[in-house]
């Protein structure tokens, strides 16, 4: 980080030297160091393009070319566009509360309204950066999903939200990269409805590795040879929730401490930075046995539980999931979990606390592709500001071609 100076002087009065009356010189410095900060600062940018002209008045007036920008003809640069996105989908600060702290802090007066329409402008400049990473995702072999509500306003006259939804697809990491644990990318897809049509559509060709929860719009999607990979967080959860409504049941803490023998491994191998043919092998080693252990039990456990207790209820829906939830052992890139997935819908979770809904329909998949591009960057560990300032001036005269080499992934790597 910078470094500010700032030199202390002693007092002149001592100064002299109790002695013999000298001055005395400077020695060296007694250095401590504190983290400061600068609040924002705003000011007006007055931008002169040059004119020329030959005396002759012939030869006509040449003038500066015009530097391309988010918002065309906006009074606001593209660094005040950019804060407000990243403020209201990163910071989740809802735009009636931006304008407040402009108009408090700096004493400028910016209606909501026009910050809504520059955030809108984004994101229709990203939704051909979406679509490129839609592309690149599903060029993949290993896609996890979930998928989460947002409301929507309807403007239909009977004041009521429509619940719609955020159906989420990511890579939990980016084996180009050549790091098992890098981070991957992020799809945010916007649908009014939670059927099977989304994820159908989205996954017709996709021929890889799908892993989700036990939701049944996740059946009979994608190409033909898709595996389907369940998640063992979710099923531990189940002996979990039983557990909590009867702590003295050992059988379920000894389910639950069973699978975290599994994610122990894991952790191990993580911690240990193995790449998936080191981490296959130690799963080979230790997982393998665990879970033939573990099918035993929950065999003989299906026998003895009343079907509809809640135990019971773990067990069933453990063992439905069964080939699924074994897929990790022949797979190396499978993971045990789908935690992942799960973690990156925490900024859609806290941003409905603050924003509460989307203002209408047509909104929906511009947000989706601002919060795809605003996750994506935080899982690579990229800048988002210093990315959406690199590539949004000019995108609304970008080729398709060109947006291709513009996702996150690509620019990082460009970057490289």
Same mark, same amino acid.
């Given at each position: ?36 900060? @600068? !609040?924002?600062?705003?000011? /007006?940018?007055? $931008?002169?393009?040059? @004119? ?20 065309? @003809? ?7 566009? /950019?804060?407000?996105? /990243?403020? @209201?989908?990163? +910071? ?9 702290m402009l108009l408090r802090d700096a004493g400028v007066e910016i209606h ?21 990473? %839609? ?63 989304? !994820? ?43 557990? %909590? ?14 699978? +975290? ?6 952790? #191990? ?26 099918? #035993? ?41 789908n935690n992942l997935a799960e973690n990156s819908m925490r900024g859609v979770?806290?941003?409905? %606390? ?20 605003? #996750? $994506? ?21 970008? %080729?398709?071609?060109? $947006? ?13």
């Amino acid at each position: 980080m910078p470094r500010v100076e700032e030199v202390v002087p002693v007092p002149a009065a001592e100064c002299l030297c109790g002695a013999c009356g000298k001055t005395m010189p400077v020695i060296g410095y007694e250095e401590s160091e504190q983290l400061d900060v @600068k !609040p924002a600062e705003y000011f /007006v940018r007055v $931008t002169k393009r040059e @004119k020329r002209a030959c005396a002759c008045a012939k030869g006509g007036v040449k003038t500066a070319p015009v530097a391309p920008s988010i918002v065309e @003809k906006s009074l606001a640069s593209d660094r005040v566009v /950019v804060d407000a996105v /990243v403020a @209201k989908y990163l +910071d989740h600060l809802p735009l009636y509360r931006q304008s407040a702290m402009l108009l408090r802090d700096a004493g400028v007066e910016i209606h909501r309204s026009t910050l809504c329409g520059w955030v809108m402008r984004v994101g229709d400049l990203l939704l051909p950066i979406a679509e490129a990473m %839609k592309r690149e995702l599903l060029a993949g072999d290993y896609i996890q999903a979930d998928e989460t509500p947002l409301a929507v306003q309807m403007h239909d006259g009977r004041g009521k939200n429509h619940q719609a939804y955020l159906w989420q697809y990511s890579a939990p990491f980016d084996r180009r990269a050549g790091e098992v644990y890098s981070g991957g990318m992020v799809l945010f897809d916007f649908q009014m409805g939670r059927g099977r049509e989304a !994820p159908k559509k989205m996954l017709r060709d996709f021929a890889g590795i799908l892993q989700t929860d036990g939701y049944a719009a996740y059946d009979k999607v994608g190409a033909a040879g898709m595996l389907r990979a369940a998640c063992w967080a979710h099923a531990r959860r189940k002996f979990v929730e039983a557990l %909590k409504l009867n702590p003295k049941d050992a059988e379920a803490a000894r389910m639950v401490a069973r699978m +975290d023998e599994l994610f122990d491994i894991d952790r #191990e191998a993580r911690e240990a930075g193995m790449r998936l043919e080191a981490r296959h092998a130690l799963r080979q080693e230790r997982a393998a046995p665990l879970v033939a252990v573990l099918r #035993e039990e929950l065999l003989r456990l299906q026998k003895s539980v009343l079907p509809k207790s809640a135990l019971g209820g773990a067990i069933h829906y453990t063992l439905s999931l069964w080939p699924r939830l074994n897929l990790f052992l022949a797979h190396p890139v499978v993971e045990l979990s789908n935690n992942l997935a799960e973690n990156s819908m925490r900024g859609v979770a806290l941003g409905r %606390k603050n924003w509460i809904h989307l203002g209408s329909a047509n909104a929906g998949p511009k947000v989706a592709a601002i919060l795809s591009v605003a #996750e $994506t960057c935080r899982r690579q560990g990229l800048p988002v500001r210093e990315y959406l300032l690199a590539i949004l001036p000019g995108m609304a005269d970008r %080729k398709r071609s060109e $947006t291709a080499h513009l996702t996150p992934s690509r620019w990082k790597q460009s970057r490289a």
